[in-house]
T-cell receptor, first 110, second 114 residues
Framework: NAGVTQTPKFQVLKTGQSMTLQCAQD?????MSWYRQDPGMGLRLIHY???????DQGEVPNGYNVSRSTTEDFPLRLLSAAPSQTSVYFC?????????FGQGTRLTVV | KNQVEQSPQSLIILEGKNCTLQ??????????LRWYKQDTGRGPVSLTI?????NTKSNGRYTATLDADTKQSSLHITASQLSDSASYIC?????????????FGTGTRLQVFP
């Protein structure tokens, strides 16, 4: 049982480049979400999805896009990376009150 | 001002000792309060989840308490082990239509030395 799988684990981007952070879960959870974790701050919600075809913005959505074409996958897209997007990104899926997190993607934008 | 504040920011203890981590929150009303353990370089892993009506919840050597009147929670770790070295995050879920909204504290970094 893989749980929540994120790829890549590490990534360095140049300012202005685009990329997609991948997230997949094999638990058939309807609810998935993306967070970013920055030093001295709690995890902050970027985008979330309550099911395939449905997404919504969280607390810090600017600069990020998401889509949910299947229950399993919830990719996060950075269209034009900025240094302010340097962070650790976590994908999570949820059933009831229990949330399961991926291992994170450490992104550096130079 | 953070709606979920944790103290201390960091803590060093010797293996075998007990410790207590604190969480104060202003979120109201809330649905549940969670404690997560986050090892370095890993994602958070759930330790306990308590609804507003619960006072205590245990998971092995971890015991969480909740006082909804004072809006305080604590996580007590008994007989600490080296593997307890991690960040411990308090998370509050507001009672809203969007039940996925979670408000995270900044965590307490615990280091257990032999």
């Amino acid at each position: 049982n893989a749980g929540v799988t994120q790829t890549p684990k590490f990534q360095v981007l140049k300012t202005g480049q685009s990329m997609t952070l991948q997230c997949a879960q094999d638990m058939n959870h309807e609810y998935m979400s993306w967070y970013r974790q920055d030093p001295g701050m709690g995890l902050r919600l970027i985008h979330y999805s309550v099911g395939a075809g449905i997404t919504d913005q969280g607390e810090v959505p600017n600069g990020y896009n998401v889509s949910r074409s299947t229950t399993e996958d919830f990719p996060l897209r950075l269209l034009s990376a900025a240094p302010s997007q340097t962070s650790v990104y976590f994908c999570a899926s949820r059933t009831g009150t229990e949330a399961f997190f991926g291992q994170g993607t450490r992104l550096t934008v130079v | 001002k953070n709606q979920v504040e944790q103290s201390p920011q960091s803590l060093i203890i010797l293996e075998g000792k007990n410790c207590t981590l604190q969480c104060n929150y202003t979120v109201s009303p809330f649905s549940n309060l969670r404690w997560y353990k986050q090892d370095t370089g890993r994602g958070p892993v759930s330790l306990t989840i308590m609804t507003f009506s619960e006072n205590t919840k245990s998971n092995g050597r971890y015991t969480a308490t909740l006082d909804a009147d004072t809006k305080q929670s604590s996580l007590h770790i008994t007989a600490s082990q080296l593997s307890d070295s991690a960040s411990y995050i308090c998370v509050v879920s507001p009672l809203t239509f969007n039940t996925d909204k979670l408000i995270f504290g900044t965590g307490t970094r615990l280091q257990v030395f032999p």
